[in-house]
C-alpha cells in the first residue's frame, strides 16, 4: 500500500492535512450562511472572501521560497498558531469587525481542502522532499483524498446548526463549528512537535563554485515553464473564484435550503471527489498527467455549464457532486506536475508561484459573484465561470503538449 511506504515524517504531514479538513469542511458550508444569517449581503460576504484571498496570495508569495532557505516546520508552527487564534475570535464574538479578522487570518469559508492556506507551499515543498518524484502523483492524489474525506467529515458536521438550534437559538447555533477549527490546529501543533525541521534543499555546486553557463539556462528554461503556469492558472483562478467561495449560498438563495440539506450534499461531493482523486492518481502512471488532467476537466466544464439551469434542488445536487469529483479530483495531479518543473532547491518558489496564480485572480471572483447573485442573475456566474476554465484548458493543453502523453517527468533533482 502506498501509504505504508511512505516515510514517518510524509505520513505525519498527510495525517495534518486531515486534522486541518474537518473544521475547513464545517466552514466551506456554514461560513457564508452563518454571515447570510447575521444579515450580511452577498456583495459584502463576496468581498470578505476577496479580501481573505487576497492576504492568503500575498503571504503566500513569501513563504514558500522563504522555506527553501530557512525550512519549512518553522513556518507551518506559525499558520497553525494562527489559526488558533482566529478560531478563538471566532467563537468569542460574531461583531464584524472580529469575523473580518477572522475570516481573514483562518481563510475560512474558503475550501483549503485541509491544505495550510497561506502557507500550503510550504507543505507541498515539504511532502515533495519526502517522496521519490516518480511517486508523486500518486502520493500527492492520496494527499489530496485525505483532505476532501476530512472535509466531508466537516461538511456532515455543519448540520450541526440546525440541530442544536434549541440549545443555542438564532446565529449561536453557528459558534461550536470554530471549535472544530481550534482542535485540529491545536493536533496539527502536536503533531508537528514530533517532527524534526526539514533540511533546507542545496543546490549541488562542485567545490562551491558559482552556477555554470549550463545551471543558468535550466533556470532560465524553469522559470518560462513557471511563467506560462502561472499565466494559466490565473484563468483557473477566475473561474474558481466565481463560483467556488459561494456555492452554499447559491443552494440557500436558489433552492432556499439551508445547513441541513447542503452539509450533506457537500459531504458527498467531496467523498466523490476523493474517490476521484484517488483514481486520478493511478490514471497518471498510464496516460500522464496533461492527459489524465484534461480528460477530467473536459467533462467537469460540460457539467457545470448545465449545473445552473437544473430545475431543482436534487438534481442540482447530483451535478454538483459529478462536476466536483471531475473537476477538484485532479488537484493532487497537477501539484505533483507543479513540483517536477523546478529542482529542488527551488520548489518553495513553484508552490508559491501555483498558489498565487490562483488564489490572486480567484480573490476577484466572489465580488462579481455576490453582485450579481444580489441582483438576480444566479445563472451567469456559472456560465461566465466556464469561460475562464476553457480558456485554461485550451492553454493548459497547449503549453504541455510535449508531456501530453507521457508520464511525469520531473526536472533535474
Not at 500500500?1 to 515524517?9: H, P, Q
Not at 527553501?68 to 482566529?86: H, M, N, P, S, T
Not at 460540460?302 to 454538483?320: G, K, S
Amino acid at each position: 500500500m502506498l501509504y505504508g511506504r511512505l516515510s514517518r515524517a510524509a505520513r505525519l504531514l498527510i495525517v495534518m492535512r486531515a486534522t486541518r479538513s474537518i473544521g475547513q469542511g464545517a466552514l466551506v458550508v456554514d461560513f457564508a450562511l452563518y454571515l447570510h444569517a447575521l444579515h450580511w449581503s452577498a456583495p459584502a460576504i463576496g468581498t470578505l472572501f476577496m479580501a481573505a484571498l487576497l492576504v492568503s496570495a500575498t503571504m503566500a508569495l513569501f513563504v514558500g521560497p522563504l522555506s527553501d532557505i530557512r525550512g519549512r516546520k518553522e513556518f507551518l508552527c506559525a499558520y497553525e498558531w494562527v489559526q488558533v487564534g482566529a478560531a478563538l475570535l471566532g467563537l468569542s464574538s460574531a461583531q464584524p469587525s472580529a469575523l473580518v479578522i477572522a475570516a481573514i487570518l483562518g481563510g475560512f469559508g474558503h475550501g483549503l481542502n485541509g491544505g495550510a492556506g497561506p502557507f500550503a507551499p510550504v507543505e507541498l515543498a515539504w511532502l515533495s522532499e519526502l517522496v521519490d518524484a516518480r511517486d508523486r502523483p500518486a502520493v500527492y492524489s492520496l494527499n489530496t483524498a485525505v483532505g476532501f474525506l476530512g472535509m466531508a467529515l466537516g461538511a456532515l458536521l455543519a448540520t450541526l446548526p440546525s440541530l442544536v438550534g434549541k440549545l443555542l437559538p438564532g446565529t449561536l447555533a453557528y459558534r461550536p463549528l470554530f471549535l472544530l477549527v481550534l482542535a485540529g490546529a491545536l493536533l496539527a501543533l502536536t503533531l508537528l512537535r514530533t517532527l524534526p525541521n526539514s533540511v533546507p534543499y542545496r543546490r549541488p555546486s562542485p567545490e562551491g563554485a558559482p552556477e555554470d553557463s549550463a545551471s543558468d539556462s535550466l533556470t532560465r528554461t524553469e522559470n518560462r515553464k513557471l511563467l506560462k503556469l502561472f499565466g494559466i492558472n490565473a484563468l483557473n483562478g477566475l473561474g474558481i473564484g466565481f463560483m467556488g467561495p459561494l456555492m452554499a449560498y447559491w443552494f440557500a438563495v436558489r433552492f432556499h435550503h439551508g445547513p441541513l440539506s447542503i452539509g450533506p450534499l457537500m459531504s458527498v461531493a467531496l467523498i466523490a471527489t476523493a474517490a476521484s482523486s484517488l483514481l486520478v492518481g493511478q490514471l497518471t502512471r498510464r496516460y500522464g498527467v496533461v492527459r489524465s488532467v484534461l480528460g477530467m476537466r473536459y467533462l467537469g466544464l460540460t457539467v457545470l455549464l448545465i449545473l445552473p439551469l437544473a430545475p431543482n434542488f436534487l438534481i442540482a445536487a447530483v451535478l454538483y457532486v459529478i462536476r466536483s469529483a471531475l473537476n477538484r479530483g485532479t488537484a493532487g495531479a497537477r501539484q505533483a506536475l507543479n513540483m517536477g518543473l523546478v529542482r529542488g532547491h527551488r520548489r518553495g518558489l513553484a508552490a508559491s508561484l501555483n498558489s498565487v496564480s490562483i488564489q490572486a485572480p480567484r480573490a476577484l471572483g466572489p465580488v462579481f459573484a455576490g453582485l450579481l447573485y444580489h441582483a438576480g442573475f444566479l445563472e451567469l456566474p456559472f456560465f461566465i465561470a466556464g469561460a475562464f476554465q476553457a480558456a485554461y484548458l485550451i492553454l493548459y493543453r497547449r503549453l504541455f503538449r510535449e508531456t501530453a502523453s507521457a508520464p511525469l517527468t520531473p526536472s533535474s533533482e
